[in-house]
């Protein structure tokens, strides 16, 4: 090798699970001068993964493997946000080692922990990967949008959810049936707890707020409803309405400190991110100056996580940096969670109700009495002695406001199942 020629990078890799055998794949097919693999890492060795890493180290101790001499820079594919994936980016960086991970959980539980101990071992560590899998959301916000002052950012970050409700609306058919078939063709867990019920999209939003706002992660402040709840009839309802449901991540500042949210939203069909459906994801980053800039494609498997894994390897290798959350982790600001109860905005509110003279008017006079305007209100079919749907919407409102009413209205004996509300967002 020449003078001046540095040689390449030793890469060790943590997990060869899906993602970890895709970064394995890429690099052996898109291979460049930069990085090798030189070390790699998993729980079975015996297990045939598809993949060739008799060149490299195996080991059976990750955490070993970050701390060892001859490893220059460390991957962490194993997942979860403790134990030996915390364990490997934690050694790794106290040996100043650059890491780089798609693992959501950590990021989301100990980023900011993390990303100081980086900076303090003047380490890099990129997460690319963790949100929204093959979209390059990270680099673009701290890099492309580098100039602007967001003023909201909100996406598609869960493909499992997008994929259940974009089934829904496609067949007609019910929440369970769909889940059903999505666990039968891989694209929801057995355990799915993870994805519908939202916690994987809000992983994914604590990292992005950080970058957007310049604030500490801060998971514990989202409010987080998944989408076990919403019916055929919702998604039915919302179509007539001029809505799609999309379970959406959105994060804002407001004078009270930082709203982040993710729930099911009504999104109007003629918005672009209402038609991002099935698996995948899609981000909207509002800017100051560049206006509104959407972001869509594949959130999640081997293929696309693996792109945003090496893309972040190609950026170390060649000492392109930028601090861990745009601004130095030591700035990141300790921003108040702006309580759910003071948001504001308009509501789809689904009943089923005996159809009896006077139910209307004391569903009426609940919203009344709390100040809640209505803006329209649909009765589906008429059967006296059986439960109708009964559906309103309102104009904006508060949280604390429509939850009272609601309250109230649940404990009409003519309501018969726990009134059904889903936020209507204005995208
Ligand atoms: N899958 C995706 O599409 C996707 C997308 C974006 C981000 N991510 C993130 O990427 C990470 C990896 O996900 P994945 O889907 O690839 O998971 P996975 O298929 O379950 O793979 C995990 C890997 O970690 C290995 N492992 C577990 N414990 C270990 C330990 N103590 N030491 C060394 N290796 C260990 C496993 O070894 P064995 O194979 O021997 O059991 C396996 O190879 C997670 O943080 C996930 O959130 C995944």
């Given at each position: 090798m020449g003078a001046g020629v540095k040689p390449p990078l030793r890469l060790a890799i943590a997990g060869l699970g899906t993602v970890g055998a895709g970064v394995v794949r890429l690099l052996q097919q898109n291979g460049n001068l930069l990085v090798v693999l030189a070390a790699v890492s998993a729980r079975d060795r015996a297990r045939d993964r598809g993949i060739d890493v008799a060149a490299a180290r195996w080991f059976d101790d990750a955490t070993a493997m970050a701390a060892d001499?001859?490893?220059?820079i460390v991957v962490e594919l194993i997942g979860g946000a403790e134990g030996s994936a915390r364990g490997v980016v934690e050694t790794a960086l106290e040996h100043g080692k650059p890491v780089v991970t798609a693992n959501k959980a950590l990021m989301a539980r100990h980023g900011t922990a993390l990303a100081l101990r980086a900076e303090e071992k003047g380490a890099g560590l990129a997460f690319e990967?963790?949100?929204?899998?093959?979209?390059?959301v990270i680099k673009t916000l701290r890099e492309?949008?580098?100039?602007n002052t967001f003023t909201r950012i909100y996406g598609i970050l869960n493909g499992t959810c997008n994929y259940i409700l974009t089934t829904m609306r496609e067949s007609r058919r019910d929440f369970a049936s769909v889940l059903a078939e999505a666990q039968k063709l891989g694209?929801?867990?057995?355990?799915p707890g993870f994805d519908i019920d939202g916690i994987d999209a809000a992983h994914k939003l604590a990292i992005l707020s950080s970058v957007a706002f310049g604030s500490a992660v801060d998971f514990d402040g989202i409010h987080v409803e998944g989408?076990?709840?919403?019916?055929a009839l919702d998604i039915e309802f919302a179509a007539d309405l001029g809505y799609r449901i999309k379970l959406l991540g959105l994060a804002r500042l407001t004078e009270r400190g930082i709203e982040q949210r993710v729930h099911p939203c009504m999104v109007?069909?003629?918005?672009?991110?209402?038609?991002?459906?099935?698996v995948f994801n899609a981000v909207v980053a509002e800017g100051d100056f560049a206006g509104r800039v959407l972001l869509q494609g594949r959130g999640a498997g081997a293929e696309p996580t693996a792109s945003a894994v090496v893309a972040d390897l190609l950026d170390i290798a060649a000492e392109r940096r930028t601090p861990t959350f745009a601004v130095p982790a030591s700035a990141l600001r300790k921003l108040p969670a702006s309580p759910m109860l003071h948001h504001e905005g308009a509501y789809y509110v689904r009943l089923m109700v005996f159809d009896r003279p006077g139910v209307i008017a004391d569903i009426t006079a609940a919203l009344r009495d709390e100040q809640v305007s209505l803006e329209s209100m649909i009765q589906r079919g008429r059967a006296p002695g059986e439960a109708v749907p009964v559906v309103l919407t309102t104009h904006i409102t508060e949280e604390a406001a429509m939850r009272r009413a609601l309250d109230r209205i649940a404990g009409l004996d003519t309501v018969l199942e726990p009134p059904r509300m889903i936020r209507i967002e204005d995208l």
């Open positions: 001499p001859d490893i220059d990967a963790a949100v929204a899998g093959g979209i390059p492309g949008l580098a100039a694209y929801a867990e057995a355990d989408i076990r709840h919403i019916s109007p069909r003629a918005t672009p991110i209402a038609h991002v459906d099935g």
